[in-house]
């Protein structure tokens, strides 16, 4: 296959960036403001240096393979094909619960701006659009699905870079008074904790579509670590200039990042993050319909999922993966229920990152003579530190939300079965 096709260290980095910056920093600064006041800037930290952690344990972990799958191929290779399927089939199912919470969102905050489309049948069709469109265009290649992304990561970035830059001469130093809030406890920083790792969620994608990238096992390891520093320093920066420059009026702003611009720039100002954040959330739609696709291949690659959802086409996209992804999705989309799904969706990430910091535990025995392009310093002690601190994460979540989150390995469960009585048929 050629090199052209493939998709190159700038564009694997963008691709990351696009999937993980989205409506959460848009919206969620508010609320983290109001569970722990200024100390919600320890919190960011706190998830920043986490998802730091995590993101080192998939680098080393993406340097020993080149095969789609991310999450799913680690598991399956350190605990076997039981465990992997699980993780394979909770990712897929997530990623596409995932879109469709956002394909909901860009039709929700679409109808916000313009009032004429802020009416069900309009929002029905918004969305139909959305993922109808994205899939037509996985359809025509990685080529052009990796032009779209580039421009809307590039896109959603200038409101972001302009906030910052901008309100920075905005910030009143008084704001940040006291430094710990009275607010602050274990639990209520656990709380704020589990809400903003929301918005960093997404990373661990960029390794599902591994074949699609140019020499993945140089260049995975590298393009997680540098996305995931430049969102944690964008991140951190938002907050500092949204505390600055709004102060305790943070608490109840619904929507901060456009209430601190308009109070420096005016219309002006709300008319620039509006647009950023429609293309933000457009841009994690695109990113999402390019990457959840790859996870079902992934699973079909292994006799986990009907061989036909692994077919490609002459241009490279796997055409029957694509579709029914597409398929699924829209109907979860319509679905209306954007709270609940993205409350879901953080909890369940985790059936994915637990697994891949234990794999690198597993792989440092039975892979230790296989050369890395990436290894973690410190021998085990950061894989460790990620996998207790996530626990203790889960354990500030709500039992609705454990049971929903990690609903999916339960339901996974009969599949595998299936598909494992169904492969042994054709071996006979």
Partial sequence: MKTKNKMGLLSIILLGVNAIIGSGIFLLPNKAYSLVGTSSLFVFLFDAVLVITIALCFAEAAGLFKENGGPYVYAKEAFGDFVGFEVGFIKWIISMIAWATMANGFATALG?????????PAQVAVMTVIIVGLSVINLLGVKWSKVVNNFATIGKLIPLIIFIIAGVFFIKGENFHPVVSPKLSSTSFGAAALLIFYAFTGFESIAVAAEDMDNPQKKLPRAILLVMTIVSIFYILIQVVSIGVLGSHLAA???????AMTEFMGNG???????????SI???????????????????DDGLLPQFMKKRAQNNAPVWAIIITGLITLPIALSGSFTTLAAIS?????????????SILIFRKTKKDVDRPFKIPFGPVIPIIAI?????????????????????LIIAVPFY???RKLNTRKTR
């Fill in 112 to 120: 916000q701006i313009f009032p004429a489309l802020n009416h069900r």
């Fill in 253 to 259: 702003a619904t929507t901060p990042v456009q209430a």
């Fill in 269 to 279: 100002g709300l008319i620039i993050v509006a647009a950023g954040e429609l293309i």
């Fill in 282 to 300: 457009g841009g994690i739609n695109i990113a999402s319909s390019f990457i959840t696709p790859r996870s079902a291949v992934a699973l079909a």
């Fill in 346 to 358: 953080v909890v369940s990430r985790f059936a994915q990152y637990l697994p891949t910091c234990l």
């Fill in 388 to 408: 207790l601190v996530s626990l203790w994460l889960l354990s500030k979540a709500t039992l609705q939300n454990l049971i929903w989150g990690f609903g999916g």
């Fill in 417 to 419: 079965f299936i598909m």
